[in-house]
């Protein structure tokens, strides 16, 4: 796994493509993977022939500090729409003829889609160094929340994901519904696809949007298709009569200020 305190890179075989409207502003077989100190998750960029650089022109508004301290950054330029800061060049000899781009900048996304091969990527390139392995136990599990059964099953699908506890996928049928509210947010992950969720509709000490759903994952998770998940972080998962701790995460703040 490349160190997080240095900028890395290395070539990916995957096809990319990033299109805005109707227009196709990347189309490259040879992008780079790259890993920016201090960034958790990949970026692509890439060489460029491979980017329609005739819809890119110096920025008017660089940033300062930003992306491992490149200089070089583009704001592109679709029909009548100007996204400023769109795409920047890595300030190493080694990527200077490579361009990376954001995926989100105010308000919204920067290009609408990408896509590895024929796949819909999200929020950022899949790392290599990480994996999610979703595989079908007897286990017997058991979700509280505040101190309601929620969900009881001897079916789940344990979803193991680099960095991540266990989270505990429950068939739908083993969900009680009656305590659930469906709610209008909406997620979007790389490994699994775009998420539905539900809060408690009791008021209580869980946080909002506390479960979720894939109603159509992509295939390499397509084993927790409208499974529900809860965050272990905020209710009680008991599994096989044993309590389990609640895990300390990356989720773990927001869903304290969340619930609070």
Not at 136 to 149: A, F, I, L, T
Not at 159 to 179: A, C
Not at 227 to 240: G, M
Request: glycine share 4%; with cysteine; proline share 11%.
């Amino acid at each position: 796994m490349p160190a997080s305190d240095t900028l890395n890179w290395e070539p990916s075989e995957r096809w990319v493509r990033g299109v805005r409207g109707d227009t196709t502003i990347v189309d490259s077989p040879h992008p780079v993977l790259v890993w920016e100190p201090g960034h958790p998750v990949p970026r692509y960029a890439f060489p460029t022939s491979e980017v329609r650089t005739d819809l890119l022109r110096p920025s008017a508004n660089p940033p300062v500090g930003a992306h491992a301290g490149a200089t070089v950054f583009y704001d592109l330029l679709v029909g009548d729409e100007v996204v400023e800061n769109a795409a920047w060049s890595y300030p190493i000899a080694q990527l200077s003829e490579y361009i990376a781009f954001e995926w989100f900048n105010h308000p919204g996304r920067v290009l609408d889609h990408w896509y590895e091969e024929d796949e819909e990527i999200f929020v950022h390139p899949r790392d290599p160094y990480k994996r999610i392995d979703p595989i079908p136990s007897s286990r017997h599990v058991r979700v509280e929340v505040d101190g309601q059964v929620v969900a009881d099953t001897r079916r789940p699908v344990l979803l193991f994901e680099t960095g991540l506890p266990i989270r505990y996928y429950i068939p739908p049928d083993d969900v009680n519904f009656d305590l659930l509210e469906s709610t209008d947010e909406h997620t979007r992950c790389p490994y699994k696809g775009i998420a539905s969720y539900w809060s408690a509709k009791e008021a209580g000490t869980a946080p909002p949007n506390v479960a979720w759903a894939y109603p159509e994952p992509i295939p390499a998770a397509a084993q927790i298709k409208d499974h529900v998940a809860f965050y272990n972080e905020a209710v009680d998962i008991i599994v096989d009569g044993v309590k389990l701790e609640r895990p300390t995460t990356l989720f773990s703040e927001r869903l304290r200020k969340l619930g609070s």
